[in-house]
């Protein structure tokens, strides 16, 4: 059974980081990514990389604050984030499927997220 299981949220002051952790079981995924869903809100991209970290794509308002990175021995992406502000408050899922892409629905498999709560 392919599985993803995510860790690593919790509750931060701005400014401060957490790094979250998306480990896969049963296969192999070309793409790992991240998105997240704030209250009330669609689900939206945040990050993805290929299976090397070669191909790397973030969303706008992520850039320079958060990085993801991918370890193949291990099966598991990361996201590491820093800078963070209120705005970032949701709750990630990680992702994964084939191709890379800004659409959640173009991703196969799912986790069942982690929260994130920023406060000031």
């Known amino acids: 059974q392919v599985q993803l299981l995510e860790s690593g949220g919790g509750l931060v002051q701005a400014g401060g980081s957490l790094r979250l952790s998306c480990t896969a079981s049963?296969?192999?995924?070309?793409?790992m990514g991240w998105f997240r869903q704030a209250p009330r809100k669609e689900r939206v991209f945040v990050a993805t990389?290929?299976?090397?970290?070669?191909?790397?794509t973030y969303a706008d308002s992520v850039k320079g604050r958060f990085t993801i990175s991918r370890d193949s021995t291990r099966n598991t992406a990361y996201l590491q984030m820093n800078g963070l502000k209120p705005e970032d408050t949701a709750v990630y899922y990680c992702?994964?499927?084939?191709?890379?892409?800004?659409?959640?629905?173009?991703?196969?498999?799912w986790g069942r997220g982690t929260q994130v709560t920023v406060f000031s």
């Open positions: 992702a994964a499927g084939h191709l890379s892409s800004l659409n959640s629905t173009d991703y196969t498999h």
């Open positions: 049963g296969r192999t995924f070309y793409i």
């Open positions: 990389s290929n299976w090397n970290g070669i191909m790397q």
